[in-house]
């Protein structure tokens, strides 16, 4: 029995010393080195209040669970295990974020206000200037620059390139390029492109939409598996302690440490192949604009 304790307190020894390392390892590395004085613990609480609130909280109830469940059990493994996927698991469920869809949502906005002002007789230029205010929350700091750099005597084409760098996404390249092209041809053909390239956006979106929805299908079934599982083996540990009771062994708990890695090593798989690829941008500045900018 005391080789069995010896065993789990260095698993669980092992794998704490492999979060903390990792902990540090993320840790930017100027803050590391200009507090050299600094210990362990203060960088791993460092570490930690930079996480999330939504992860701290998730870290700190799996602890709380872990603790409770040693205390039921007597299984050390539990203290590590527990918290761990409390803080790993909700982070690779979690939905992807949205970024790329609301700048789409945006730059379709924010074209068809152009094309509106441009269908009264201004220039495209003239249009982005007049609207820059009523375009959606994330494009208006990006049109003051732009607006900004034109006033300051940029050409048209470097001011857009701009506005490219600062949204730095491959959809909104394919929006500004058209918008560069509409802007050099002028008059009522720039109306029509933009409104072409309104209607395109709008096809994209409801796509990426329905892309969206289907990505995370397989994200629900696994959190439903994963909450089903958790109950389950909630219960088994309060009902069923003697058809557990092998798992109270060194090398139970060694399976169990096995169990879990295996299981985030699906996620982890799982979360990689439902991620939406980006896209290579096709509006790169070139080297001599970068200098001049």
Known sequence: MGMNTAIVA???SLLVGGVIMVGVGVAPIHQLSTTPST???TTVDKWFS???????VHGLTGLGIGVAGYLVTGWAVLLVIVPVLALVVP???ADPPRRDLDAMRAMERWVRVVSGSASTGKSVIDAIRATRRQAPEILVEPLTRVVARLDARWDTRSALQGLADDLNSADADQVIAAIMMAAERGGTGATSTLDALASSLQERIRAAREIRV????PRVVVRQVSIIIGVVLAGALILGR????PYRTGVGQMLLCCYAGLYLIGLIALYRRSKPRR??????RREEE????
């Open 290 to 293: 970068a200098d001049y900018g």
């Open 50 to 56: 930079r996480l999330p609130r939504r992860s701290r």
């Open 214 to 217: 289907e990505r995370a299908k």
């Open 10 to 12: 260095l698993l669980g």
């Open 39 to 41: 210990s362990m613990w």
């Open 279 to 284: 896209r290579a941008r096709i509006l790169l």
């Open 242 to 245: 003697e058809y557990l009771a």
């Open 91 to 93: 982070a690779l469920l």
